[in-house]
């Protein structure tokens, strides 16, 4: 078991930036990929970023390639979301997930998860 909690989101400007946390507790988080996700108002939750247990290698959506940047401290059992240049399509509930099996792009393949921090941009 893993638990998740995410932290760091907000109401920022257009153009701004946001630095979100996932704290994890429970099971060896360095064993596990992490994930991010988000989910606008009316819209399915949408895969955003991705990190190998090491941190050695990411993966990101085409939508945040270039203006966000996923990383990790296994020793603080955290996974960080870098933000920048944020656009109002970026408002979301963002949420972080444990992988387990499959592709890091599907959220089937994650098997815990945080309750979600909100990001609002504002143009």
């Known amino acids: 078991q893993v638990q998740l909690v995410e932290s760091g989101g907000g109401l920022v400007q257009a153009g701004g930036s946001l630095r979100l946390s996932c704290a994890a507790s429970?099971?060896?988080?360095?064993?596990?990929?992490m994930g991010w996700f988000r989910q606008a108002p009316g819209k399915e939750r949408e895969f955003v970023a991705a990190?190998?247990?090491?941190?050695?290698?990411?993966y990101y959506a085409d939508s945040v390639k270039g203006r966000f940047t996923i990383s990790r401290d296994n020793a603080k059992n955290t996974v960080y979301l870098q933000m920048n240049s944020l656009k109002p399509e970026d408002t979301a509930v963002y949420y972080c997930?444990?992988?387990?099996?499959?592709?890091?792009?599907?959220?089937?393949?994650?098997?815990?998860w945080g309750q979600g921090t909100q990001v609002t941009v504002s143009s």
């Open positions: 997930a444990a992988y387990q099996w499959g592709s890091y792009y599907q959220e089937r393949g994650y098997d815990y």
């Open positions: 429970g099971r060896t988080f360095s064993s596990y990929a």
């Open positions: 990190i190998s247990w090491s941190g050695g290698s990411t």
